[in-house]
């Protein structure tokens, strides 16, 4: 999947890097790019439920300083 622009005749070099920028983009080679830089694998069903427990008492601990004026 290699994109390729080929100078035309009386061109700038910078109409030409402008031409090719807009082709990537058009091409959503660098969406691609990024939306996989970040991926990770998902947690299993475990971990999952302990961080959500954990949440939730965290959740209810800061609700109750609250209440309590702190």
Known sequence: MA???K???NETSNSMLYRFTKRVQHSGVI???RKRQF???TANSTKRRA???YRMERQSELQA???RGK
Do not use: G
């Open 7 to 9: 100078k035309r005749e």
């Open 51 to 53: 961080a959500a427990l």
């Open 3 to 5: 994109i390729e622009v």
């Open 65 to 67: 300083t609250k209440k």
């Open 39 to 41: 991926t990770t694998r």
């Open 31 to 33: 969406k691609e790019a």
